[in-house]
C-alpha cells in the first residue's frame, strides 16, 4: 500500500530522524483542523526520493533523513476505533525502499477519575478496557464501553501519531484538541509517551515485516 517502490539500500538512519517525522506530520495534519479520518504515511529515505524522482527536489524539506507520504485514503469503516485499524494493518505491507510508516488518528482520551462513572455507567464492565479503548490502546473493548467513553463529559479529542521503523524503533505522541478557552490558533503541543499505543505500534511493525510479494 504505497507509491514507493525503491532499491534495498539505506543509510542508517538518526536517532532523531523519527521524532522529526512525527513532529512535521503533526503540524501538517492539523493544519487542516479536527474531524480528520485516520491517514497513513510511508517513511521513505529522502535520499532515495532525490534520486528516483529529481523533479521533487525542492519539494523536500531541508535536512531531513525521512520524508512521510501521504497514502491513499484509508476505508471508510475504519473511522470507528483503534481495532479495525490494526485488523486492516494486518493486510498491508511496504516496498523495499520505505524505512517505516507511520499512522494518525483522532481518539479520545479520559482523565483517571473517570473510572468509577464509566463503571456505573457500564454496569461494572472492564475499566482498564474503558479507559484503553478511548485512548486507542485496547481493542477489545465493545461499543458499550465506547459508547460510554465517549459520552463522559470529561473526556478529550485528541490525536494520536505512532509512527515505527524497519529496525524496530518507534515513537508515539498525542496532541490535545484546544478546549474552549484556549488560543485556537495555537498549535497543540506534542505529549510523548513509552507505552501510548502499544497495539498500533506492533501492527505497524508487522507492515514493515510484511513480504509485499505476498498480497
Not at 510511508?42 to 531541508?62: C, F, G, S, Y
Not at 494520536?160 to 505522541?173: F, P, T
Request: aromatic fraction near 4%.
Amino acid at each position: 500500500m504505497n507509491d514507493f517502490d525503491a532499491a534495498d539500500h539505506q543509510a542508517p538512519i538518526s536517532s532523531d530522524a523519527l521524532t522529526r517525522c512525527v513532529q512535521e506530520v503533526a503540524a501538517h495534519v492539523g493544519a487542516d483542523g479536527w474531524g480528520q479520518p485516520p491517514k497513513m504515511f510511508a517513511l521513505v529515505p529522502t535520499a532515495q526520493i532525490a534520486i528516483a524522482e529529481p523533479h521533487l527536489l525542492d519539494q523536500l524539506e531541508d535536512g531531513s533523513e525521512l520524508t512521510p507520504i501521504e497514502q491513499h485514503p484509508l476505508p471508510e469503516d475504519l473511522h470507528g476505533g483503534s481495532a479495525a485499524l490494526e485488523e486492516y494493518l494486518g493486510t498491508t505491507s511496504w516496498a523495499a525502499g520505505v524505512a517505516g510508516c507511520l499512522v494518525v488518528q483522532e481518539i479520545l482520551v479520559l482523565p483517571p477519575s473517570a473510572a468509577a462513572d464509566l463503571d456505573s455507567a457500564v454496569g461494572g464492565a472492564d475499566l482498564g478496557a474503558a479507559v484503553g479503548a478511548a485512548l486507542g490502546r485496547d481493542n477489545s473493548a465493545d461499543d458499550v464501553i465506547r459508547a460510554a467513553a465517549g459520552a463522559h463529559p470529561d473526556r478529550r479529542a485528541a490525536r494520536l501519531i505512532a509512527a515505527v521503523l524497519r529496525d524496530g524503533r518507534s515513537e508515539c505522541a498525542i496532541a490535545l484538541a484546544p478546549e474552549d478557552d484556549d488560543d485556537p490558533f495555537a498549535e497543540p503541543e506534542l505529549r510523548t509517551g513509552d507505552n501510548l499505543a502499544p497495539g498500533l505500534v506492533h501492527a505497524l511493525q508487522a507492515t514493515l515485516e510484511a513480504d509485499p510479494e505476498d498480497w
